[in-house]
T-cell receptor, first 114, second 114 residues
Framework: AQSVTQLDSQVPVFEEAPVELRCNYS??????LFWYVQYPNQGLQLLLK??????LVKGINGFEAEFNKSQTSFHLRKPSVHISDTAEYFCAVILLRGSYIPTFGRGTSLIVHP | DGGITQSPKYLFRKEGQNVTLSCEQN?????MYWYRQDPGQGLRLIYYSQIVNDFQKGDIAEGYSVSREKKESFPLTVTSAQKNPTAFYLC?????????????FGAGSRLTVL
């Protein structure tokens, strides 16, 4: 079985401050990892993905994430956030076995204050 | 522009009525998915289809039905058997049904049962 845990349901932060959104997964086999962003009343769009290779992955809008196999984590970071980063962020995992259907975490609401 | 179109964006239904949500894609993707989103619960998979004329149940298929008669279309019917249908419904597609499935999402349909 696989599961995805996003440890924070809500993260408030001031503009231009750094932020980290946490994601942990559990799986007995190798995985692909993703972060998606959802703006209000919209669908999700891909921020970044880890498939293999370098454990530090850079995505759109200045976001990056680091895959840590020993910690089974894939935390999302941005060194300086903007008001426009206010959104819901979802971590997703694909198990490299079976149907290859993504499983999503419950989401973290990032709220950037001026 | 290629993408996924969901309609209607907002839908109201009386208890006991069936309702069908439309999902059309012009990305030439093989796989299509339906997710349900509730506050604090992330995305839960309802049904998915990896090829025309074939589809599989997801984690919460009870009270829902789908069809995949054409590659570009994957409508979802919310039946009267679904006990708590009020939710935000997201349709997605991916190039294939396996591998590093990066999902492309529609803008969603919000269903409210009165």
């Amino acid at each position: 079985a696989q599961s995805v845990t996003q440890l924070d349901s809500q993260v408030p932060v001031f503009e231009e401050a750094p932020v980290e959104l946490r994601c942990n997964y559990s799986s007995s086999v190798s995985v692909y990892l993703f972060w998606y962003v959802q703006y209000p009343n919209q669908g999700l769009q891909l921020l970044l993905k880890y498939l293999s290779g370098s454990t530090l992955v850079k995505g759109i809008n200045g976001f990056e994430a680091e895959f840590n196999k020993s910690q089974t984590s894939f935390h999302l970071r941005k060194p300086s956030v903007h008001i426009s980063d206010t959104a819901e962020y979802f971590c997703a995992v694909i198990l490299l076995r079976g149907s290859y259907i993504p499983t999503f975490g419950r989401g973290t609401s990032l709220i950037v204050h001026p | 522009d290629g993408g996924i179109t969901q309609s209607p964006k907002y839908l109201f239904r009386k208890e006991g009525q069936n309702v069908t949500l439309s999902c059309e894609q012009n990305l030439n993707h093989d796989a299509m998915y339906w997710y349900r989103q509730d506050p604090g619960q992330g995305l839960r998979l309802i049904y998915y289809s990896q090829i025309v004329n074939d589809f599989q149940k997801g984690d919460i298929a009870e009270g829902y039905s789908v069809s995949r008669e054409k590659k570009e279309s994957f409508p979802l019917t919310v039946t009267s058997a679904q006990k708590n249908p009020t939710a935000f419904y997201l349709c997605a597609s991916s190039e294939t049904g396996g591998g590093a499935n990066v999902l492309t999402f529609g803008a969603g349909s919000r269903l409210t049962v009165l």
